[in-house]
Nanobody, 119 residues
Framework: QVQLVESGGGLVQAGGSLRLSCTASGRTFSTYDMGWFRQAPGKERELVADISVSGGTIYYKDSVKGRFTISRDNAKNTVYLQMNSLKPDDTAVYYC????????????WGQGTQVTVSS
């Protein structure tokens, strides 16, 4: 099992940047695929980006391609989401999640961190 804690959210103007971090407890972080999801008010939760154990396979939602970068540091048990050129539509609670492999759903979740982008 793994516990996840996000940090780095906040209020930023459109065009600005934020970097989210998610630190995992336990010694098995390097065996989990990691993902960043977000949920805006009145909308369903959606996958923004995810990264495989080795970092060799990365997915981005179309609307964030070229603006967001996901990365991981297995030595620090941490996954990052660098968010640049932020837009008001990026406003949401961002969640970090973990899964054992691509054949199962994400089953471990952090508590979420609020990102608010003002116009």
């Amino acid at each position: 099992q793994v516990q996840l804690v996000e940090s780095g959210g906040g209020l930023v103007q459109a065009g600005g940047s934020l970097r989210l971090s998610c630190t995992a407890s336990g010694r098995t972080f390097s065996t989990y695929d990691m993902g960043w999801f977000r949920q805006a008010p009145g909308k369903e939760r959606e996958l923004v980006a995810d990264i495989s154990v080795s970092g060799g396979t990365i997915y981005y939602k179309d609307s964030v391609k070229g603006r967001f970068t996901i990365s991981r540091d297995n030595a620090k048990n941490t996954v990052y989401l660098q968010m640049n050129s932020l837009k008001p539509d990026d406003t949401a609670v961002y969640y970090c999640a973990a899964r054992l492999n691509s054949r199962v759903e994400y089953s471990y979740w952090g508590q979420g961190t609020q990102v608010t982008v003002s116009s």
